[in-house]
């Protein structure tokens, strides 16, 4: 026996409800979610290149497009915006890189580039392989091909 034309459009209704009613469930759902992520963490800003935003003003630190930290080194970052990599500790004060008297390497410009054009990093990676690294093109890795710079 089929249902009748009233009782199938009743059902459309009943299903038009609970559509109704799960949409803005799902939507309170995903805000509470959101919510609770959101409020596990607490943002501190340690560096900065402007002085009033954070603790510790450090000038190379401009257009910064990546972090990372290794078991047993300070903090990296890509500074894009001066074609440098700063070294930091977890409090954000500047760490003297190794061998050297400043907190941060010149990254060098990506290969062909004319004389006198910074380096632009755009993103770091940490490796701890405690072997040279090999990267295309190129022989094997010195300080100069630690860093991948994309041409302007």
Do not use: C
Not at 21 to 35: E, G, H, N, Q, Y
């Amino acid at each position: 026996m089929r249902p009748s034309k009233s009782l199938k459009v009743r059902m459309r209704q009943m299903e038009n409800k609970i559509m109704k009613i799960r949409i803005p469930a799902v939507l309170v759902v995903i805000a509470l979610t959101i919510t609770t992520a959101s409020a596990q963490y607490k943002r501190t800003d340690l560096v900065s290149n402007g002085p009033t935003v954070a603790p510790f003003t450090d000038p190379h630190l401009v257009n910064a497009w990546g972090l990372v930290a290794l078991p047993t080194s300070p903090w990296w970052t890509s500074d894009n915006g001066t074609g440098d990599s700063s070294l930091y500790n977890a409090a954000g004060q500047p760490v003297i890189a190794s061998g050297g008297t400043t907190n941060f390497v010149t990254v060098p410009p990506a290969p062909g580039s004319p004389s006198g054009t910074l380096g632009t990093p755009t993103g770091i990676v940490g490796n701890i392989s405690p072997t040279a690294t090999t990267l295309p093109s190129r022989k094997t890795a010195d300080r100069a091909d630690r860093f991948l710079s994309s041409p302007h």
